[in-house]
């Protein structure tokens, strides 16, 4: 089974509007963190917001946000006031193990291709 | 601080050789690992190296290696390349492998096999 789930391949929105980018994940770990990164197209993976399994309140990043619906098995990534250089490839990430582990793999969902126009 | 650096950024081999890339974490980082990203099977992990031990590794096969050094630089090497390993290689890095450790990525190195 999939670990990460990312239904939309592509997303457009327009400049300055909000835009919700989903994502689910898949895991019998009582302990996890999940992740968001985004990759322009120049390649580079850059980390943007993360959240953990014991966090009581969704994490905010400036204008990220991350919407963690743990009985849903849901974090999605929420962007506001969008703007033109957010075009890019977005991944939404996991790891597993209880604190303490020394594993530090991460899942990977499939991505999804944001447009942001003007 | 300086960020995750991987050398050479790109790379163009023939079917047969061998590549080696590489990898400097962030100053204070101790946990290096690889992934491989292609167009049809998305990112998937390689290996993490933890203190100069590898601790993790995903399912590739034997061609593909690694190491890290004692001051946490790390390199990959895949030998006898074949077609499907073009790919855009990263590396990232974090201080431990801990749950909550933020893993920052370098550029990548982009190999084409010919």
């Known amino acids: 089974a999939q670990k990460i789930t990312q239904t939309q391949p592509g997303m457009f929105v327009q400049e300055k509007e909000a835009v919700t980018l989903d994502c689910t994940y898949d895991t019998s770990d009582p302990s996890y963190g999940l992740f968001w990164y985004k990759q322009p197209s120049s390649g580079e993976m850059i980390f943007l917001i993360y959240?953990?399994?014991?966090?009581?309140q969704n994490a905010t990043e400036g204008r990220y946000s991350l919407n963690f619906q743990k009985a849903r098995k849901s974090a999605n990534l929420v962007i506001s006031a969008s703007q033109l250089g957010d075009s890019a490839m977005y991944f939404c990430?996991?790891?597993?193990?209880?604190?303490?582990?020394?594993?530090?793999?991460?899942?990977f969902g499939r991505g999804t291709q944001l447009t942001v126009w003007p | 601080k300086a960020g995750v650096t991987q050398t050479p950024r790109y790379l163009i081999k023939t079917r047969g050789q061998q590549v080696t890339l590489s990898c400097s974490p962030i100053s204070g980082h101790r946990s290096v690992s690889w992934y491989q990203q292609t167009p049809g099977q998305g990112l998937q992990f390689l290996f993490e190296?933890?203190?100069?031990?590898?601790?993790n590794k995903g399912n590739f096969p034997g061609r593909f290696s690694g190491r890290q050094f004692s001051n946490s630089r790390s390199e990959m090497n895949v030998s006898t390349l074949e077609l499907g390993d073009s790919a855009l290689y990263l590396c990232a890095s974090s201080r431990e492998g801990r749950i909550a450790n933020i893993q920052y990525f370098g550029a990548g190195t982009r190999l084409s096999v010919l």
């Open positions: 190296y933890f203190s100069e031990t590898q601790r």
């Open positions: 990430a996991m790891r597993e193990g209880r604190e303490g582990s020394t594993l530090g793999r991460l899942y």
């Open positions: 959240q953990g399994s014991y966090d009581q």
